[in-house]
């Protein structure tokens, strides 16, 4: 199973340059989130969607958009990268909002901004 | 606001000793308590997942209980051996958009 896919796993982008990370589920999962994970500060939500057409806002989303256009992918955009934003970036995926049901996450992106 | 404290920051054991690794938080109401290990460069594996109605939930060497009014939960690593070194995250859920992680416990088995 391939569960929670990102592409790419590693990039390096200089100051003011753009780009786009992938994540795709293949267990029509409902939610899908993106998370920042930085040293001491544990992981941090950017944005998340509880379903295709629809995203929202979460903890730090300044500098970040997405889009969810299919349920089985989420993106996450940088329009303009900032030395703030390097980060390792996690996609998961939910099934549901009930109790029993446990996050799946990608194996993260990489990113450098010099 | 949920806080979700991991202490220690780090844990250094033998070969096969039984090992305790802690998680607090300030809110008790959850949905649920997951456990993840991290592997240095990887993402997050889903080690066990208790739902705010239980108290605790096995899977081979691990167990994971949870003490809702105290705001604890503990994992139990039995006979630890040295693939058993990664990072342990804990994650509070209180909702489907609001999941608070711990900055976690790095763990390392010693042969």
């Known amino acids: 199973n391939a569960g929670v896919t990102q592409t790419p796993k590693f990039r390096v982008l200089k100051t003011g340059q753009s780009m786009t990370l992938l994540c795709a589920q293949d267990m029509n999962h409902e939610y899908m989130y993106w998370y920042r994970q930085d040293p001491g500060m544990g992981l941090r939500l950017i944005h998340y969607?509880?379903?295709?057409?629809?995203?929202a806002k979460g903890e730090v989303p300044d500098g970040y958009n997405v889009s969810r256009l299919k349920k089985q992918n989420f993106l996450l955009g940088l329009e303009s990268a900032a030395p703030s934003q390097t980060s390792v970036y996690f996609c998961?995926?939910?099934?549901?909002?009930?109790?029993?049901?446990?996050?799946?996450f990608g194996d993260g992106t990489r990113l450098s901004i010099l | 606001k949920q806080e979700v404290t991991q202490i220690p920051a780090a844990l250094s054991v033998p070969e096969g000793e039984n090992l305790v690794l802690n998680c607090s938080f300030t809110d008790s109401a959850i949905y649920n308590l997951q456990w993840f290990r991290q592997d240095p460069g990887k993402g997050l594996t889903s080690l066990l997942l208790i739902q705010s109605s239980q108290r605790e939930q096995t899977s081979g060497r691990l167990n994971a209980s949870l003490d809702k009014s105290s705001g604890r939960s503990t994992l139990y690593i039995a006979a630890s051996q040295p693939g058993d070194s990664a990072t342990y995250l804990c994650?509070?859920?209180?909702?489907?958009?609001?999941?608070?992680f711990g900055t976690g416990t790095k763990l390392q088995v010693i042969p």
């Open positions: 998961a995926s939910l099934q549901g909002a009930t109790g029993n049901q446990p996050q799946h």
């Open positions: 994650a509070v859920r209180v909702g489907y958009q609001k999941v608070t």
């Open positions: 969607s509880v379903g295709e057409g629809t995203t």
